[in-house]
């Protein structure tokens, strides 16, 4: 079993910075691909970014390509999402969720069903 809880999410203006976090306990989560999903309102869950169990391998939805970064630190068991020039538009729960069926894997998932451990969510919120 992972456990994994988010945080740093909060209310920024358009043009803000962002960095939430996801700490991971019970299991390390050092040797999974990790990623990063959100939930608008009304709306499917949909991928954001995902990161290698070494972080040599990363992905990203298009539409956050060139502002935000995935990263990890494995000593802290703790996975990041840096969130630059945010928008609007970029206002959802944001879940982390960890791939462990996918252990020492150079593969980064991207589909929700890859991913069997998430967190709870932490708001994002961007107001313009």
């Known amino acids: 079993q992972v456990q994994l809880v988010e945080s740093g999410g909060g209310l920024v203006q358009a043009g803000d910075s962002l960095r939430v976090s996801c700490a991971a306990s019970?299991?390390?989560?050092?040797?999974?691909?990790m990623g990063w999903f959100l939930q608008a309102p009304g709306k499917e869950r949909e991928f954001v970014a995902a990161?290698?169990?070494?972080?040599?391998?990363?992905k990203y939805k298009d539409s956050v390509k060139g502002r935000f970064t995935i990263s990890r630190d494995n000593a802290k068991n703790t996975v990041y999402l840096q969130m630059d020039s945010l928008k609007p538009e970029d206002t959802a729960v944001y879940y982390c969720?960890?791939?462990?069926?996918?252990?020492?894997?150079?593969?980064?998932?991207?589909?929700?069903?890859?991913?069997?451990?998430w967190g709870q969510g932490t708001q994002v919120t961007v107001s313009s």
């Open positions: 990161i290698s169990w070494n972080g040599a391998s990363t």
């Open positions: 019970a299991r390390t989560i050092s040797s999974y691909g």
């Open positions: 969720a960890c791939a462990a069926g996918l252990r020492y894997s150079d593969y980064v998932p991207t589909r929700k069903d890859d991913y069997p451990y």
